[in-house]
C-alpha cells in the first residue's frame, strides 16, 4: 500500500462518516499525529548529529548562530579534535550555576560540562581552543505539505498515522467514544513499534495522553 501522503489523507477520508473535513485538515491532523509520536520514544530514525567549531571563549557551541531548526531532543555532546576526544558530562543550569556561580568569570579550558540555557547548548569552561564537537540530538519529523510527501515514519506507522489522524478528526467531531477506540488500538500498535524502532528499548515510556480524552 502506497505511503504518500495524498494515499494516507485518503485512507483517512475513506475512514471517517464526515466528509466536512478537507484535505488541509487531514494533512493537519497527520501532521500533528506524526509531532506527536516523535516525541512518544527515543526512535532511532530521528537520531542524527550536527558539528560545531567552537570559538575560544564563547561557551554557546553555535556562536549565536542558533540550534538546528528541527532540533527537538540533547542525546550527548563531545569533542571530537585529535588528541582531546572525550565525551562531556551533561548538567542542569540550575546545579550549574549552583556549583560554579562565578562561572562568567573562570579561565577559559578544554570544556567538561554542557547545558542547555534557554534554546542554546554551552559548555564549561568556555573554550580555549577552536574544539570541534558533534552535538547528537534527536530531531522532529518534517511536516507533510505535496500530495507527494513520504513520512519520516517508517511505513510500519503508515496504520497508526491514520489512526493518529482519525482520533483527531473525532476529538473535533466531538465523538470521544470513537477516539477512545482508537486509543486503544494506538497504545497497542506504539507498543510494538517502540520493541522495533527505540534507540534505547525502555528508555522512555510509551502511551497516549488518555486524559486528553475528555468531554468539553
Same mark, same amino acid.
Given at each position: 500500500?502506497?505511503?504518500?501522503? /495524498? !494515499? $494516507?489523507?485518503?485512507?483517512? +477520508?475513506?475512514?471517517?462518516? &464526515?466528509?466536512?473535513? /478537507?484535505?488541509?485538515?487531514?494533512?493537519?491532523?497527520?501532521?500533528?499525529? +506524526?509531532?506527536?509520536?516523535?516525541?512518544?520514544?527515543?526512535?532511532?530514525?530521528?537520531?542524527?548529529?550536527? &558539528?560545531?567549531?567552537?570559538?575560544?571563549?564563547?561557551?554557546?557551541?553555535?556562536?549565536?548562530?542558533?540550534? =538546528?531548526?528541527?532540533? +527537538?531532543?540533547?542525546?550527548?555532546?563531545?569533542?571530537?579534535?585529535?588528541?582531546?576526544?572525550?565525551?562531556?558530562?551533561?548538567?542542569?543550569?540550575?546545579?550549574?550555576?549552583?556549583?560554579? =556561580?562565578?562561572?562568567?568569570?573562570?579561565? &577559559?579550558?578544554?570544556?567538561?560540562?554542557?547545558?542547555?540555557?534557554?534554546?542554546?547548548?554551552?559548555?564549561?569552561?568556555? =573554550?580555549?581552543?577552536?574544539?570541534?564537537?558533534?552535538?547528537?540530538?534527536?530531531?522532529?519529523?518534517?511536516?507533510?505539505?505535496?500530495?507527494?510527501?513520504?513520512?519520516?515514519?517508517?511505513?510500519?506507522?503508515?496504520?497508526?498515522?491514520?489512526?493518529?489522524?482519525?482520533?483527531?478528526?473525532?476529538?473535533?467531531?466531538?465523538?470521544?467514544?470513537?477516539?477512545?477506540?482508537? !486509543?486503544?488500538?494506538?497504545?497497542? $500498535? $506504539?507498543?510494538?513499534?517502540?520493541?522495533?524502532?527505540?534507540?534505547?528499548?525502555? +528508555?522512555?515510556?510509551?502511551?497516549?495522553?488518555?486524559?486528553?480524552?475528555?468531554?468539553?
Amino acid at each position: 500500500m502506497a505511503y504518500t501522503t /495524498s !494515499d $494516507l489523507v485518503s485512507d483517512v +477520508q475513506s475512514r471517517i462518516s &464526515n466528509s466536512s473535513f /478537507s484535505s488541509s485538515d487531514i494533512k493537519q491532523f497527520l501532521n500533528d499525529a +506524526q509531532r506527536s509520536f516523535a516525541t512518544d520514544a527515543t526512535w532511532r530514525f530521528f537520531h542524527t548529529t550536527q &558539528n560545531y567549531t567552537l570559538n575560544v571563549g564563547t561557551a554557546d557551541i553555535t556562536n549565536g548562530s542558533g540550534l =538546528p531548526s528541527a532540533f +527537538q531532543t540533547p542525546n550527548k555532546l563531545r569533542i571530537t579534535t585529535s588528541g582531546y576526544e572525550q565525551v562531556l558530562t551533561p548538567i542542569q543550569y540550575d546545579e550549574f550555576v549552583e556549583k560554579y =556561580p562565578s562561572y562568567e568569570n573562570d579561565d &577559559n579550558s578544554t570544556p567538561r560540562y554542557w547545558y542547555m540555557k534557554g534554546d542554546s547548548i554551552e559548555v564549561y569552561p568556555a =573554550p580555549d581552543t577552536a574544539f570541534t564537537v558533534k552535538l547528537e540530538y534527536w530531531k522532529t519529523p518534517t511536516e507533510l505539505s505535496a500530495d507527494s510527501d513520504v513520512p519520516e515514519l517508517p511505513v510500519d506507522f503508515r496504520e497508526v498515522l491514520v489512526l493518529g489522524a482519525l482520533q483527531r478528526a473525532y476529538k473535533t467531531d466531538d465523538d470521544f467514544d470513537q477516539a477512545r477506540e482508537i !486509543d486503544d488500538e494506538m497504545v497497542a $500498535l $506504539l507498543t510494538n513499534l517502540k520493541r522495533k524502532y527505540s534507540f534505547i528499548p525502555g +528508555q522512555k515510556q510509551m502511551g497516549i495522553n488518555r486524559a486528553s480524552i475528555k468531554q468539553r
